[in-house]
């Protein structure tokens, strides 16, 4: 008996080697020249085919397929003028790409590398993260080729308007709710909300991060930071252990990386390096509570570089760098896409690390996902480590539709339970033996709601 399942198994591996390959050359052909999208398609589809095979209602759905297919794609152009006249011109996205489980939620990024191929790539891992969430949201991405940095505020005001002139048309509370991502902060979040609101003369939850005086979310900035911590929290204790006493590397010095380091620094632990696109620092003493509130107003009120932080402290700036080949237990990618590479997590292993927990959206290729998952450490992607974020997000539409503002502690306490379970579904699907495949947890976890409203819903 045991041989004969040992067969049925290998081929069912074989199988689903020959339908991961089909499916995606048929992916790629419909999608050319959009490798990020490609990406995550098949870091999914990997650990999704297998369990498409043995369902045979997803297979005759044709689930997978039409998953990876966006409702709609919205491009549209943005022009503005800048602050000596000259007329400016941009191109505006927003992916909608899967609304079966709730209205689409997602982030707007303002960046020059902003591309079709990356606002899809977001969409596809959105749906798939806020499934994970339990809340009912669906998935979505959007944002513009345009680089806020650099800019006075009146000209990135101007684009804003600009931008949203288009785009409200396509949102709304029931429909599409935006938020923040790279690139979008308070201000531009408050520019963009100013314009729907003048044009749609309503008031109305269409999109959150908003500012806290109209309407917005307690905990909405420090969320992704918090959530990608308290989800380490959960991993750490499946091997007896917690973030107190451990040396962590965070990269990035954004938004999601600040809070990431003041919950890390909170709990004990010692973070020791953050980046930015020049490069990273160094600081072996750790940086504390005083030294990041001084990083936070040098990023967001004065808008300067990483290196800076090495010169106030006496620290270390290797320009150029990223992180990985410092000491450490724990890793945090906080910055961008494929910012650690095979070699990159081949070093952060030689270097002692143990656990590396995603805060960045896909921030490990593939090749990299295969060096943590063959040495078997901790490794959580961040469709489900980064989900703290579009969670609080769903919080503000719930505050909004209550017309009710949640306490600190009460939406820092459901943020706890939402990482908690989130957790507990990767933990669920992903059990290898002693060992949790956090990537086949998640994808797996994620699709499940999502197919089975899609099979509910029709074809539609």
């Known amino acids: 008996m045991a041989n004969r399942n040992n067969k049925n198994n290998k081929k069912t591996e074989l199988n689903a080697d020959a339908e991961l390959k089909r499916f995606m050359n048929g992916l790629i052909r419909r999608n050319p020249g959009q490798p990020e999208f490609h990406q995550a398609v098949h ?3 990997q650990f999704l085919m297998p369990f498409v095979l043995q369902h045979r209602k997803y297979c005759e759905g044709q689930i997978l397929e039409r998953l990876t297919e966006p409702d709609r794609i919205i491009t549209f152009r943005v022009n503005w003028k800048d602050d000596r006249g000259n007329i400016r011109t941009n191109r505006g996205f927003r992916v909608q790409f899967n609304n079966a489980i709730g209205a689409y939620k997602g982030g707007l990024r303002f960046h020059p590398s902003v591309s079709l191929s990356i606002m899809k790539f977001l969409g596809f891992e959105q749906t798939l993260k806020n499934s994970l969430t339990t809340l009912p949201m669906g998935g979505a991405k959007g944002g513009a080729n345009f680089n806020p940095h650099g800019k006075s505020d009146d000209e990135v005001m101007r684009f804003c308007q600009s931008f949203m002139t288009e785009l409200w048309k396509y949102i709304g509370e029931d429909i599409d709710v935006p938020a923040g991502d790279i690139g979008v902060g308070d201000r531009e979040i408050g520019f963009l909300f100013g314009q729907y609101k003048r044009l749609s003369h309503r008031f109305a939850g269409a999109i959150t991060g908003k500012g806290p005086a109209f309407g917005g979310s307690l905990i909405r900035k420090e969320a992704t930071g918090y959530g990608l911590v308290y989800f380490l929290c959960e991993m750490l204790k499946t091997r007896g252990k917690e973030v107190k006493g451990k040396t962590c590397l965070v990269s990035g010095s954004g938004n999601v990386a600040q809070y990431a380091v003041e919950k890390v620094t909170e709990l004990g632990g010692k973070v020791v390096t953050m980046s930015d696109s ?7 003493k750790g940086i504390t509570a005083e030294k990041l509130a001084w990083l936070m107003n040098l990023k967001q009120v004065e808008r300067g570089r ?4 090495a010169e106030k402290f006496k620290c270390k700036y290797y320009d150029g760098q990223r992180p990985w080949g410092v000491k450490a237990d724990i890793a945090l990618p906080c910055a961008t896409q494929n910012e650690i590479d095979g070699e990159d997590a081949k070093a952060l292993i030689k270097n002692g690390v143990w656990a590396v927990a995603e805060g960045a959206n ?10 943590f998952l063959n040495a078997k450490i901790l490794f959580s992607p961040g469709k489900a480590s980064n989900a703290g974020g579009v969670a609080v997000s769903g919080f503000e539409r719930a505050q909004n539709s209550l017309y009710l503002s949640w306490t600190r502690t009460d939406v820092d306490s459901r943020l706890k339970d939402v990482m908690a379970q989130v957790h507990q579904q990767c933990a669920t699907w992903g059990r290898e033996g002693d060992y949790v495949n956090y990537v086949k947890g998640a994808n797996i976890g994620g699709f499940i709601k999502v197919a089975e409203a899609m099979l509910a819903l029709g074809v539609v």
């Not at 990483?306 to 932080?309: A, G, L, N, Q």
């Not at 896909?362 to 060096?371: A, K, L, N, S």
């Open 43 to 45: 870091e999914a589809a």
């Open 278 to 284: 020049s490069g990273f620092i160094h600081d072996p």
């Open 306 to 309: 990483i290196s800076e932080y």
């Open 362 to 371: 896909m921030p490990t290729t593939p090749e990299g996902i295969d060096v």
